[in-house]
């Protein structure tokens, strides 16, 4: 039995088919954790839905943006951008279904030493304490106001933690933080404007994994998202958003021996 960490495939059947392939995956015997972003700005999303939601137990999926922007469209919130490629998604005839597996999906998995998110956690979470307020937004998003939460989900403040926030505010910090975030302050307000590498950090702001004392680096984090950060296999990280949609590679990695296995990916 192996476990590989999957980065954002985004649309993108034939690539994560191909990806599949590479590393001999067996249903009967393997594991798959998504980094999330499972859709949008690739050619596949309903097919890449349906094929990992086909994979049951041996598949794990955290939310990642794209994915909660995904299930509010279908709910008549947010609005579709010009680059949305979720058309084929919104007007299938099992789309209830796959939203509302989708929407039951984790905003974080744990599992020591590792654990699975797509953007980052804020530096004064603890894992522990990040796996109770991923329930709170997961609770939400599965309860029967679920519709109500997705009304008031996009935004981007409050841009910092405090246990006081209630609320939509609360619930929308955990998840910009746990789907959004790249760049943040020591003292943990996150910057929602820049998008490029890390040499480009806002003044004053640190690569959510790189802030000083950050309390859940002791873990080693498998992310996506960050398509301009790129590869890193570090000690306690693994960052797996390697462009795949813009061209680049889809990543995955072994996560016993920590072995890589990429597929060249054509442009979207």
Same mark, same amino acid.
């Given at each position: ?7 954002? /495939? !985004? ?14 995956? &067996?249903?009967?015997?393997? *594991? ?6 499972? /859709? ?12 990992? #939601? ?19 469209? +279908? ?12 058309? &084929? ?9 796959? =939203? ?23 530096? !004064?979470?603890?894992? +522990? ?11 939400? =998003? ?29 619930? *929308? ?21 820049? #998008? ?13 994994? +790189? ?19 790129? @590869?890193? @296999?570090?000690?306690?990280? =693994?960052? @797996? ?20 296995? !990429?597929?060249?990916?054509? *442009?979207?």
């Amino acid at each position: 039995m192996a476990t590989y960490a999957v980065g954002d /495939v !985004q649309g993108c059947l034939g690539a994560l088919e191909a990806l599949l392939e590479r590393i001999r995956f &067996d249903l009967g015997r393997d *594991r798959l954790w998504f980094v999330g972003d499972l /859709v949008n700005r690739g050619p596949d999303s309903l097919e890449v839905l349906r094929f990992v #939601k086909s994979l049951g137990e041996a598949a794990i999926v955290v939310l990642g943006n794209h994915d909660l922007h995904l299930v509010a469209l +279908a709910e008549g919130f947010g609005r579709h951008r010009a680059d949305d490629t979720l058309a &084929d998604v919104l007007s299938a005839p099992d789309r209830d279904e796959l =939203l509302a597996w989708l929407r039951h999906r984790p905003m974080l998995h744990v599992e020591a030493p590792h654990f699975l998110v797509h953007a980052g956690l804020l530096p !004064q979470w603890t894992v +522990a304490r990040a796996r109770e307020l991923a329930a709170e937004v997961e609770t939400a =998003l599965r309860g029967p106001r679920y519709r109500e939460f997705l009304a008031e989900l996009y935004g981007s403040r409050p841009e910092y933690w405090d246990d006081a926030h209630v609320g939509v505010d609360r619930l *929308r910090v955990i998840v910009n933080a746990m789907t959004r975030m790249r760049f943040v302050s020591a003292d943990g307000v996150m910057d929602f404007h820049a #998008k490029g590498p890390p040499a480009n950090a806002p003044r004053g702001c640190y690569p959510w994994f +790189a802030v000083p004392g950050r309390r859940s680096a002791a873990a080693t984090a498998i992310v996506g998202h960050w398509s301009a950060l790129g @590869l890193v @296999l570090a000690p306690n990280l =693994l960052a @797996l958003d390697t462009g795949c949609v813009w061209g680049g590679r889809l990543s995955a990695v072994r996560l016993e021996d920590r072995r890589l296995y !990429q597929v060249e990916c054509p *442009r979207g």
